[in-house]
């Protein structure tokens, strides 16, 4: 078995696959990625290296925290008259709010 086989599996079939194997604990209480990764390393899979493999999935609040340290960020270029680099700042603190306002989305629709 590869890793592009069970990536194509379903959580559902990851779970009965995994059940065949005692060393996988708390087998239904796993997401895919969990399982695959668990899977992999039993059967001596090697993971690929890929460069956009893994999404990065931040918490709002770590999001809010990064939209304060630009605030001052942006407080200190202002100061210095840097606009090149405002302009930046600002773009990087519009991106975060709107990623904030897609997770906020993503979670009340369920």
């Known amino acids: 078995m590869e890793w592009r086989e069970l990536e194509k599996m379903t959580v559902l079939k990851l779970r009965e696959e995994a ?13 895919k990625e969990q399982l695959m ?15 956009f493999a893994e999404k990065v999935v931040h918490t709002k609040s770590d999001l809010k925290h990064k939209i304060q340290e630009l605030k ?23 991106e975060l709010k709107h990623t904030i306002r897609r997770i906020e989305a993503k979670a009340a629709h369920g």
Do not use: S
């Not at 059940?19 to 997401?31: D, Q, R, S, Y």
């Open 37 to 51: 990764d668990e899977m992999a390393r039993i059967l001596g899979i090697e993971k690929p290296h890929m460069r």
């Open 72 to 94: 001052a960020e942006r407080e200190r270029l202002l100061q210095a008259h840097d606009h090149k680099k405002l302009h930046e700042v600002r773009r990087q603190m519009h």
């Open 19 to 31: 059940l065949k194997f005692p060393e996988i604990e708390a087998v239904h209480g796993k997401n």
